[in-house]
């Protein structure tokens, strides 16, 4: 049974992976060698590109996004659990060897907003980058604009709003209050 559901996953990959590079030539790079679960979505629209390194493995009900002319680069052998979602309208570039917990959300954009209209469809964007062998906890969000560095730890339930230095271990303590 084993045999066979490696075969199907193979065989399964391989067609995606094919027909993402026939339906968007030059701008769906995708090494062959991949682990994507058939229940992964992954989309590029418009003139997005999507660029995902050899060896990467994505688990059940992650959520790959490539929107207008954004760019999304994923380095090789980066491990994203169950959930994971990834949203690029300008720029997000995942470094080697990463790995992201369950539910770990990226998003280089947010809506615009003000009190007196209440949410918009435009969008405003800033790069995002994560450094190479870091470690994103569960249900991590990350935001626009942010650079976290190389050998990093991101603590589980941490919105990452700011800067990371390169080896970095960020905690966000959230105060518990029992009554």
Known sequence: MVAFKTVFL??????????GRLFH???FRVDWLQRISPLCSVGVFERGVLRIGRNCDFAPYCDLEVHGKGQLEIGAGC????????????????????????????FDNHHRHSPGTGVSPDLVTAPVSIGSHSWLGAGVIVLKGVRIGRNCV??????????????????????????
């Open 25 to 27: 030539p030059g701008r």
């Open 154 to 179: 991101i603590g589980a339930g941490c919105v990452v709003r700011n800067d990371v230095p390169d080896g970095s271990v960020l905690v966000c303590r959230q105060e518990q209050v029992l009554k």
């Open 10 to 19: 193979l065989g399964w990959n391989l067609v995606r992976i094919a027909l």
């Open 79 to 106: 491990y994203f659990n169950r959930g994971c979602m990834v949203s690029a309208q300008e720029s997000v570039t995942i470094g080697e060897h990463c790995l992201f917990g369950p539910d770990v959300m990226v």
